[in-house]
């Protein structure tokens, strides 16, 4: 079962904030944030594993609520640079890596 | 060298041709992918090879046929196919099956079936 994404796709000023959420009906080990690039290949953004975990670099910051079971993904004074589409992959269990399912994908646009 | 590569990044091909496609890391991993991501489709997974040895087949038709010859290089051979098979054909590696070892990605092929 595929996680779920939300928002689908968001546009944003340069400068101003996104929120995009994963939700999973099952209990997640854990969660993977990817970004792609039209024409490009998936980049990989952080990982965030059971536990409560809170990461980020740069503006880009993710937290995993286990007991929602679902991850978020925020972005703060976004640049130009942030466009693409924005994916969770989502695995059950410590040595699953061969099961990773991903979301649909959120699309992120900023414009100047 | 990039960490991932593919060869070819296009591809259009006649449903009654046979083609394969290549995956090659450089990043000394064990595990490596095969996933189709089609337009407006979550990325789905196809194949996953751990050590050359496949360990998930997700219910992919027989007419992709995968080869792992070893840790580094990663084959999908392609015959009959059908113009629903039209996508982004991406490999992805990584150190391990555990779930917190990170997949890396190629930059696909884009397969077009006529």
């Known amino acids: 079962q595929q996680p779920v994404q939300s928002p689908q796709a968001v546009i944003l000023r340069e400068g101003e904030d996104a929120v995009i959420n994963c939700s999973s009906s099952?209990?997640?080990?854990?969660v993977h944030w990817y970004r792609q690039k039209h024409g490009e290949a998936p980049v990989f953004l952080m990982i965030?594993?059971?536990?409560?975990e809170q990461k980020g670099h740069d503006k880009i910051s993710a937290s995993f609520n286990e007991k929602k079971q679902q991850s978020s993904l925020y972005l703060t004074a976004s640049q130009l640079s942030y466009s693409g589409t924005y994916f969770c992959g989502t695995e059950w269990g410590a040595y699953n890596n061969n099961d990773m399912r991903f979301g649909a994908g959120t699309r992120l646009t900023v414009k100047p | 060298e990039t960490g991932v590569t593919q060869t070819p990044r296009h591809l259009v091909m006649g449903m009654t041709n046979k083609k394969s496609l290549k995956c090659e890391q450089h990043l000394g991993h064990n595990a490596m992918y095969w996933y189709k991501q089609s337009a407006k489709k979550p990325l789905e997974l196809m194949f996953v090879y751990n050590f050359k040895e496949q360990t998930e087949n997700n219910s992919v038709p027989s007419r992709f046929s995968p080869e792992c010859p070893n840790s580094s290089h990663l084959f999908l051979h392609l015959h009959t196919l059908q113009p629903e098979d039209s996508a982004l054909y991406l490999c992805?590696?990584?150190?391990?099956?555990?779930?917190?070892?990170?997949?890396?990605f190629g930059p696909g092929t884009r397969l077009t079936v006529l």
């Open positions: 992805a590696s990584s150190l391990g099956l555990a779930g917190a070892d990170t997949q890396y």
């Open positions: 099952k209990a997640l080990y854990s």
């Open positions: 965030l594993l059971k536990g409560g």
